[in-house]
């Protein structure tokens, strides 16, 4: 193990602050993966020999990464020691970009959460407004808890747009005017001089935090889906999050979903987003109240000044409204068709669908489910499950501090 | 390494024929991804230390698995020995099964092609007088070989139709009445004692051969896409074979490509391959032809007795022929807006067009790369390139060998 001079951005093999031995990587990721173990289980998880265990912990617990914890359960004879990491060693953040909020944690390297903050930020005041009032809370909330800016020493932030992995910038992001290719990593460095930043599309993120503490956790190759104000997709290969050649794996909201359909931001027509996502739904909710098909948008229409939500369409079904309902509907069928081809092509065992759109109400999963299972092959959705995600928001900030938790450690070559 | 007592089919851990520890496993994978190393240059490769190395390669070559051969450059000193397989130590077979003809090759464990040949055979006449067929060929030519049916370890086998990969079972397939869930390994091993059989996707062993002996080399993120009766994907994920949950990853033919186009065997409206494989191209040449829409066409059909396949549109495209030019963009346009939605999805940094109908001019693949440009977004194909399978047959059957010599070595737990 040793302590590395340069620090930089996102997953190059040496930008981490701590490169560790193949062997001293396998064994702290076996304790990130499954608490803490003992010598002995740590031999056997990794499959080295006894031996060699013992002189890996005892470079970690030398560097103090690791540290003995009590007794382990013993299979006879002495009780064996167990080891976890010594969570205050270090500090990681987690950040969750969106549109208009931005979700923050400050987690130990043990992995728990032990600050958590929302904060209301528009993200097209550009990347120094958003970024100065993230490091502006941070700053002054480690003070509070007594933590040296220094000792932080991985930030994992997942943002609202195309991300080349690779290095970590925005790659003409649609709702982010300002950020393009903009270096967030040496702008955080400014005040967290000891940290890395891995910076990763905000869905690849919430997958990831599905991944490992939601209902991916079992999972090998599955795909998390946010509706909301756009339409994104988080992929999970072998039970890694897979980012594709440049990064921009399971931006799936410019698939063509109908070649007579509207006119999408992007220029081209039908595009997924533009018809199923958030804005267009309450845009045809909108619709349906001002031609007099729907008393009860309309009513909603007339409390909200004019203006209509996604979430108010599902109020408005939920109450009984027929035209909300079938809006409801065909925005799952379109959404359910396109996903069909994902379907075909991935041949996932799970589909989580999040976001906030995804609360829209029930008709909205099981019209999703109908669309998947009327243009998907037999073998394909046989052990195929499609499911609400139930993490919510939690994804996002999970996934955030997971990224960074896991690329804190990197193995040298 | 021990031989293993029992013997079975597909991926199961502890299926093969020789169960190594996870560094011989990673020695014996080293030297046949990069060619003779000398035990330095394995120690190096794998990040063991030499002496763990020298262990390992003491097993190995006792085992007569490797063996010393010639000697190596040297850094200076004395000219290491160099470690290669022991070629004639065993041998596996590869099978190519198409529609109506079988390409098989006998390779030893070095990788090295002893025999080929193709021979007629029609699928459609069931999995006993298939397998039959290259049964007796295999036994008789192995004979002449002076080989003993007994050191054929193991047989790669890509079959064109759904494969459930953990089980080696060919799942409903479509156009292989009499195959669904046939024990193709059990029938293999009443000659083949020793042999293991590891039945795979055709599409998916044609992947393997481009992946380890193709274009797809560099490669860690392609899609190799199979034209010809039907249309079907290979995926390449992070440097390996991608079959998805149920080993039905790639199923693209049944996407629904234009949802008021003609019906598909599968029962549904406007799948791919119902618009833009071999059969419905030739049937769009032969309604082109009897409207007279193109004299080139009708001379076709005429010298064809009143048929033709999608290799004379190609024909009669080459001659200038307008209507089959135009036939032939339509079809790779089509083509190319399905992968365009894939491209979004995956973000692959390569897409190979292979199959019989890849072959039907420069004109199709330029109509694909305007399809997939058209509706990908740009940072998904900033580095993507398509193009061309230049391997031919040779992909599927370099591939199933391929996929044979890298399942008779497994790692035990």
Not at 199 to 222: S, T
């Amino acid at each position: 193990m040793r302590l590395q001079e340069h620090r930089s951005n996102n997953s190059t093999k040496h930008a981490a602050p701590f490169l560790l031995s193949p062997s001293e990587a396998q064994a702290v990721a076996s304790i990130r993966r499954l608490g803490p173990l003992s010598r002995t289980e740590i031999a056997e998880t990794i499959g080295y020999s006894r031996s060699k265990i013992t002189s890996v912990v005892n470079v970690l617990t030398h560097a103090n990464i690791l540290k003995e914890i009590g007794d382990g359960t013993s299979s006879g004879g002495r009780r064996p020691r167990v080891l976890d990491f010594n969570a205050d060693f270090g500090y990681v953040v987690g950040v969750d970009l969106g549109a208009t909020s931005v979700d923050l944690a400050v987690a130990n390297f043990g992995g728990q959460i032990l600050h958590r903050e929302s904060l209301e930020s528009d993200v097209r005041d550009g990347p120094d407004a958003t970024l100065g009032l993230i490091g502006r809370y941070l700053l002054e909330n480690l003070a509070h808890m007594g933590i040296s800016p220094d000792k932080v020493y991985a930030f994992g932030i997942g943002v609202p747009g195309p991300v080349e992995f690779s290095t970590g910038l925005l790659i003409a992001p649609p709702i982010m005017p300002g950020w393009e290719a903009y270096p967030i990593h040496s702008y955080i460095q400014e005040s967290f001089p000891s940290t890395i930043c891995i910076v990763d599309n905000d869905v690849n993120v919430m997958a990831m935090g599905e991944l490992r503490a939601g209902a991916g956790i079992e999972e090998e190759n599955f795909i998390f889906i946010k509706i909301g104000t756009g339409i994104g997709a988080g992929i999970v290969s072998n039970g890694e999050v897979y980012r594709g050649s440049n990064g921009s794996a399971g931006d799936i909201g410019h698939i063509c979903a109908d070649p007579s359909g509207p006119i999408c931001h992007c220029g081209n027509i039908g595009c997924l987003e533009a018809i199923a996502a958030g804005p267009p739904i309450a845009a045809r909710g909108i619709e349906a109240a001002r031609q007099g098909n729907s008393p009860i948008l309309a009513k909603y229409l007339k409390a909200n000044n004019g203006t209509l939500t996604a979430e108010d369409i599902g109020f408005a079904a939920a109450e009984g409204d027929p035209a909300a309902n079938e809006l409801i509907q065909e925005s799952g069928r379109i959404i359910g068709e396109v996903l069909a081809s994902l379907v075909n092509f991935y041949n996932p065992s799970l589909i989580l669908i999040g976001g906030g759109v995804s609360k829209i109400g029930h008709q909205f999963l099981a019209s999703i489910r109908r669309g998947v299972l009327h243009r998907s092959l037999p073998l394909s959705t046989r052990h195929l499950r499609i499911d609400t995600s139930l993490m919510g928001s939690d994804a996002g900030i999970t996934g955030a501090i997971t990224l960074a938790l896991e690329h804190v450690f990197v193995v040298s070559e």
